[in-house]
């Protein structure tokens, strides 16, 4: 079968390892023929990754980049108070939601994007797609290559009128406007025609949806785009060759960590992001503190894999490591070298880490939202805490810290096997047999 994944991210980094790990999946099977399609350029070396620009385009559009950038700062010397289109614009969006302006905006032809493909797909998954793939693509290349298209929701841009997360804006449950990352009280604003136009090309687009969790399952079925398309659940492709228990002190020698402290992990690419939420984790830590005693607090320490915000680990309550950006390698040992490890998000359909780190074997505490609503159960692979409350947040890493030795390795075992059982390589092909055999069945 020839399988085409359609991503913007690079696939060997960060988000992107999302569509690698599929591909590899699904390479596995004997008869398929994978391939991914990428808008970001690079020499990568698995020949299976295609690029949408050639090489030319790339040289010839970063010298284009650039000759922008000095007319810009050109513009700013002579005229102080001089902005961009695009920065007068991010001044009317609240930075929060991700929101994407115009929706209906086309990057690249479908006949390009098939002809770069290089063969003509039967099933089609599209993870990523900001700046790379609109909704009129989709249908057009359902149309010229009858492929059966699965979309793969990484976050809730598909279904939304712009916004990658809508925090409470209940506004892609009708035709979104009055938007308040627009800061809109207008019903025909740009979230309006973004929704009109989205709804216009899927409602006609041979597409189902693929969730990976109870938490975008409850989006979904509020969502007013998807309501009469096929909803599947088929968890995220994870490499449970990488993301497995490890030697623990092997790992902290590697990252040169204290051998005998307890560590706990927090890893974003970003720890700045709000929704990441390391303030709340700063605030639940700063309530583990209070609550344990002076041995206890002596003998945590925190590390954290991502991008350093210094005016925010300062604040931390206790000693810690910024590790910086790890590659998927470095981030199984990281795992692999912590007792705990904690999910503050307050808005995301996952995170992938969570389900990491119950792979590697180590019990997570996190708020109950994304994907820990169907994988953290407290006392038997974690403590889920009530959305934004740090105290009881506080409370479940204190709950983990203080188990016996027995007790922890009992936790950390049911960690093992329960993310094995939902995401070994048998039951992933089984999601794909039933998706397919329904697309099938339906044609």
Not at 33 to 45: G, Q, S
Not at 106 to 127: D, H, N, W
Not at 169 to 193: F, M, V
Not at 410 to 427: G, H, P, T, V, W
Request: charged share 25%.
């Amino acid at each position: 079968m020839k399988i085409l994944i359609l991503t913007y991210t690079n696939p060997i980094n960060a988000s992107g390892i999302v569509a690698y790990d599929l591909l590899i999946g699904l390479s596995s099977v004997d008869g398929n023929d994978v391939r991914i399609l990428v808008r970001e350029w690079d020499k990568y070396e698995d020949n299976r990754i295609v690029t949408i620009e050639t090489a030319f385009e790339h040289y010839l559009y970063a010298i284009i980049r650039r000759i922008k950038r000095f007319r810009k700062k050109t513009l700013k010397f002579i005229f102080n108070n001089y902005k961009t289109k695009d920065e007068k614009l991010k001044e009317k969006i609240n930075s929060d939601y991700y929101f994407e302006y115009n929706m209906s905006e086309t990057f690249y032809s479908t006949k390009k994007i098939l002809r770069r493909a290089g063969f003509r797909p039967e099933i089609i998954f599209v993870l990523f797609t900001p700046a790379f793939i609109s909704f009129r693509n989709l249908h057009e290349i359902s149309i010229l290559s009858s492929a059966h298209i699965f979309l793969y929701l990484m976050d809730m841009a598909p279904f939304t009128g712009g916004c990658h997360y809508a925090w409470d804006c209940t506004g892609y449950h009708n035709k979104c406007g009055n938007c308040p990352a627009l800061y809109s009280n207008l019903e025909n604003d740009q979230s309006r025609i973004n929704w009109e136009f989205k709804n216009k090309f899927i409602q006609n687009t041979d597409l189902s949806v693929i969730y990976g969790s109870k938490w975008h399952y409850e989006q979904l079925l509020n969502c007013s785009l998807f309501s009469l398309k096929k909803k599947l659940k088929i968890p995220l492709r994870i490499n449970t060759e990488i993301f497995k228990p490890g030697e623990r002190d092997l790992a902290r020698e590697y990252f040169n960590l204290p051998k005998e402290m307890k560590i706990i992990l927090f890893a974003a690419v970003k720890i700045a992001d709000k929704r990441k939420g390391f303030i709340e984790l700063i605030e639940a830590l700063k309530c583990l503190k209070h609550n344990i005693s002076n041995s206890e607090i002596n003998n945590i320490h925190i590390i954290i894999a991502g991008q350093d915000a210094p005016e925010l680990t300062s604040q931390l309550p206790f000693p810690h490591k910024v590790l910086g950006y790890l590659n998927h390698n470095q981030l199984a040992s990281a795992f692999q070298a912590t007792d705990i490890f904690v999910s503050p998000v307050i808005e995301d359909s996952g995170p992938m880490t969570v389900i990491q780190s119950l792979l590697c074997g180590i019990p997570v505490v996190s708020f109950d939202i994304g994907v820990a609503q169907d994988l953290v159960i407290n006392g038997q692979t974690g403590y889920k805490a009530v959305l934004m409350d740090s105290e009881g947040f506080a409370n479940g890493i204190q709950s983990i810290l203080e188990l016996d030795e027995i007790s922890y390795r009992d936790i950390r075992s049911n960690c093992a096997k329960l993310s094995i059982e939902m995401f070994q390589k048998d039951k992933f092909y089984e999601y794909l047999k039933f998706a397919f055999s329904e697309v099938f069945k339906k044609n």
